[in-house]
């Protein structure tokens, strides 16, 4: 009896330090988007994260300075317009009272008011950022319901359009470093509409006004041929 509590108490000693090891090491979830379970709860989380990237890359087209930043803000808006048809048909086949928010909540809301106040020499590099988080946030979303989602048109929409938002995110995630470049660029330099000539936005060190390059490209006042 004494020899069978000992080896108890060796196995339980042996036992508690592994689960404490696996409860640390497993991930906590503790965003909505990890617990997305039922049609109800995924459908308005889908709905707000595509109808942000449709807003926000609206606003891209408009305003930002790289043409790759342009290109990709397109594909955005062409993507998300289609997912968010395509979600639409979804709940309608699978019935019921649920409905589909064509509004922004709060937080998306707050965040594409952000960008539109985001300073030019700063706006494709926050763009970026923005739409790195956003399609992370979507990626574990839509795998999340995927996976374990209640069966029906909306889980396999889904797991259709999971793809296309995992392609979103391979292509944001190597944006950044050109999208710092190109706003590092645009505040730093303006261009003459005339000469095409790129200028310091702070001036030249220790030129005046008047040494500026002339519309035909010829050397002005003041300066020494190249």
Same mark, same amino acid.
Request: hydrophobic share 40%; charged share 20%; proline share 6%.
């Given at each position: ?19 404490a ?83 922004? %909540? ?17 706006? %494709? ?16 979303l ?13 889980? %396999? ?28 660029? %645009? ?14 936005a ?25």
């Amino acid at each position: 009896m004494k020899r069978y509590l000992i080896n108890t108490a060796l196995a339980a000693a042996l036992t508690v330090p592994s689960v404490a090891f696996a409860q640390t090491a497993a991930p906590a979830q503790t965003t909505q988007e990890a617990v997305a379970r039922t049609a109800a709860e995924f459908v308005p989380m889908a709905a707000y994260s595509n109808r942000f990237e449709i807003a926000s890359s609206e606003l891209a087209l408009e305003q930002a300075q790289s043409a790759n930043v342009r290109s990709f803000a397109q594909r955005m808006v062409q993507d998300h317009t289609a997912a968010g048809q395509e979600l639409q048909q979804a709940v309608e086949a699978a019935g019921g009272s649920l409905t589909v928010p064509t509004d922004l %909540d709060a937080r998306h809301a707050d965040m594409v008011e952000e960008l539109r106040n985001t300073p030019a020499d700063q706006f %494709d590099t926050t763009y970026v950022q923005m739409q790195n988080q956003a399609h992370e946030e979507a990626v574990a979303l839509f795998q999340g319901f995927a996976q374990n989602g209640e069966s029906g048109p909306v889980r %396999d929409f889904a797991e259709t359009t999971l793809p296309v938002l995992q392609e979103h995110y391979q292509m944001v995630s190597g944006m950044e470093p050109e999208a710092r470049a190109t706003d590092a660029t %645009d505040g730093g330099a303006m261009s003459s509409p005339e000469s095409g000539a790129t200028t310091a936005a702070s001036g030249d060190q220790g030129s005046s006004p008047e040494e500026n390059t002339t519309p035909s490209g010829g050397v002005v006042p003041g300066q020494d041929p190249q």
